[in-house]
């Protein structure tokens, strides 16, 4: 990993209140020291000493390195602290510190590189994990093919695209669909947008045989946000 640039072009600025929180949450002692956490070693002493690194402890930047250290690591299971991979990630924090703590012209300049470097940080993974996200959920989707039932329905009760059942016995169970399954087109037309009335409407209308796409969606969802 390289060192960041000591002004990098911010493509969405933090917002005041997150650099606030950073501070906010070291003088919370209810909090326990992240550092603490990660077992960090003593802040690297920097090569080039400015009047406002006396108001700046040692406690405070190691609570820093430590936030640096969560944003790229969130993990809060203690058996991952032993990873390999962790102390290179810790050496790369401090160097992000320390370049930043030299670099910067006063301690409010010191607070903003981190925070931004923080806040890009958390964006990017937040981006990464959307995109894995989207990726698995469009990889989801499958076609089906329903028959109308003696009772001209096809088995399911919905609540616009959820399916809330698939009746036992009925085309629908046969071909497995089930709670939480979202129907995303009938008869290749999608339905995002529609009402429920409209889908009812199309279903209706739609003969003895309807193809559905289908997305089993919330499940998918939360084992994602999960992981």
Same mark, same amino acid.
């Given at each position: 990993?390289?060192?960041?640039?000591?002004?990098?072009?911010?493509?969405?600025?933090?917002?005041?209140?997150?650099?606030?929180?950073?501070?906010?949450?070291?003088?919370?002692?209810?909090?326990?020291?992240?550092?603490?956490?990660?077992?960090?070693?003593?802040?690297?002493?920097?090569?080039?000493?400015?009047?406002?690194?006396?108001?700046?402890?040692?406690?405070?930047?190691?609570?820093?390195?430590?936030?640096?250290?969560?944003?790229?690591?969130?993990?809060?299971?203690?058996?991952?602290?032993?990873?390999?991979?962790?102390?290179?990630?810790?050496?790369?924090?401090?160097?992000?510190?320390?370049?930043?703590?030299?670099?910067?012209?006063?301690?409010?300049?010191?607070?903003?590189?981190?925070?931004?470097?923080?806040? &890009? %940080?958390?964006?990017?993974?937040?981006?990464?994990?959307? $995109?894995? #996200?989207?990726? !698995?959920? @469009? *990889?989801?989707?499958?076609?089906?093919?329903?028959?109308?039932?003696?009772?001209?329905?096809?088995?399911?009760?919905?609540?616009?695209?959820?399916?809330?059942?698939?009746?036992?016995?009925?085309?629908?169970?046969?071909?497995?669909?089930?709670?939480?399954?979202?129907?995303?087109?009938?008869?290749?037309? &999608? %339905?995002?947008?529609?009402?429920?009335?409209?889908?009812? $409407?199309? #279903?209706?209308? !739609?003969? @003895? *045989?309807?193809?559905?796409?289908?997305?089993?969606?919330?499940?998918?969802?939360?084992?994602?946000?999960?992981?």
């Amino acid at each position: 990993m390289n060192n960041p640039p000591m002004n990098p072009v911010a493509f969405d600025a933090p917002p005041i209140q997150f650099r606030q929180q950073l501070l906010a949450e070291y003088k919370n002692d209810a909090i326990i020291p992240i550092a603490q956490q990660f077992d960090l070693p003593a802040p690297h002493h920097p090569s080039i000493h400015k009047n406002w690194h006396v108001d700046v402890t040692n406690d405070l930047r190691h609570h820093l390195v430590g936030k640096l250290v969560r944003a790229i690591f969130p993990s809060q299971d203690p058996a991952a602290m032993h990873d390999p991979r962790i102390k290179d990630l810790i050496n790369y924090a401090r160097k992000c510190e320390l370049g930043f703590f030299e670099g910067a012209d006063d301690r409010e300049e010191y607070y903003h590189l981190l925070a931004d470097k923080i806040y &890009r %940080i958390q964006k990017e993974l937040q981006e990464k994990k959307k $995109k894995r #996200l989207d990726a !698995a959920l @469009a *990889n989801s989707i499958r076609t089906v093919d329903l028959t109308r039932g003696s009772d001209g329905k096809f088995g399911i009760i919905h609540h616009r695209a959820s399916i809330i059942e698939a009746r036992m016995g009925t085309s629908a169970d046969e071909k497995g669909i089930k709670k939480g399954d979202e129907i995303i087109s009938i008869n290749e037309i &999608r %339905i995002e947008t529609f009402t429920h009335h409209e889908i009812e $409407k199309m #279903l209706a209308c !739609a003969g @003895a *045989n309807v193809k559905l796409s289908i997305r089993f969606y919330p499940s998918l969802l939360n084992g994602q946000e999960n992981n």
